[in-house]
């Protein structure tokens, strides 16, 4: 079964401070794969998209990264800011790369601190 | 650009009703789709549309039904209000490019509680 599993579900850190947060998948074939931030109450925003030629991926103070080997994806935040407190989503795209075939995982829920 | 936009924000219906939620964007995607978020889960596709007069079904498409009449509206039609169908809806849309990775944009939701 194609399955995004992500870890941890939640985390606390204090302002300033790095993190990474994990996503594992069991998709295939797979097309793509991309992390979204959701803000409490709003619709997730496009962080990154990797395809599987693509290793890493900046965008900011966030870099995703992709091992397509071992079905791995990490996001690294630097130099947390409160602004970042928010739930983070990894979604794997299957075959085709199709709306049909986005599989979410439940997304970590992140807390920065003063 | 607007981006895409969901109306209303909040929504309480009784068992039974009926109502539309709509979903509008205004970057000629070709890609609209329906998601559910639930707590504890991740979002759940309901249906989606990769152009005008296509629709096909998601991962949970009962009590739900579609329609994609211009390229710029998607609604979703819930027939008859269970509170299983409470949740928090979100429409999102997309270009369609072929081989190549595409970013996806969603509305702000709909908060419906069915009582």
């Known amino acids: 079964k194609n399955q995004v599993e992500q870890s941890p579900q939640s985390l606390i850190i204090l302002e300033g401070k790095n993190c990474t947060l994990q996503?594992?998948?069991?998709?295939?074939?797979?097309?793509?794969l991309r992390w979204y931030k959701q803000d409490t109450g709003r619709g997730p925003v496009s962080l990154t998209i990797?395809?599987?030629?693509?290793n890493t991926k900046s965008n900011g103070r966030y870099t995703a990264t992709l091992d397509a080997d071992t079905k791995q994806s990490s996001l690294h935040i630097t130099a947390s800011q409160l602004s970042d407190s928010a739930s983070y989503i990894c979604?794997?795209?299957?075959?085709?790369?199709?709306?049909?075939?986005?599989?979410f995982g439940k997304g970590t829920k992140l807390s920065v601190k003063p | 650009n607007a981006g895409v936009t969901q109306t209303p924000k909040f929504q309480v219906l009784k068992t039974g009703q009926s109502m539309t939620l709509q979903c509008a964007q205004d970057m000629n995607h070709e890609y609209m789709s329906w998601y559910r978020q639930d707590p504890g889960m991740g979002l759940r596709l309901i249906h989606y549309?990769?152009?005008?007069?296509?629709?096909d079904q998601g991962e949970v498409p009962n009590g739900y039904n579609v329609s994609r009449s211009t390229t710029e509206d998607f609604p979703l039609r819930l027939l008859s209000a269970a509170p299983s169908q409470t949740s928090v809806y979100f429409c999102?849309?997309?270009?369609?490019?072929?081989?190549?990775?595409?970013?996806?944009?969603f509305g702000p939701g709909t908060r419906l509680t069915v009582t």
């Open positions: 999102a849309s997309s270009y369609f490019a072929s081989g190549r990775a595409y970013e996806q944009y």
């Open positions: 549309s990769v152009g005008a007069g296509i629709t």
């Open positions: 990797m395809t599987f030629s693509e």
């Open positions: 996503c594992n998948y069991t998709v295939s074939p797979f097309s793509n």
């Open positions: 979604v794997v795209s299957g075959y085709g790369g199709s709306q049909g075939n986005l599989i």
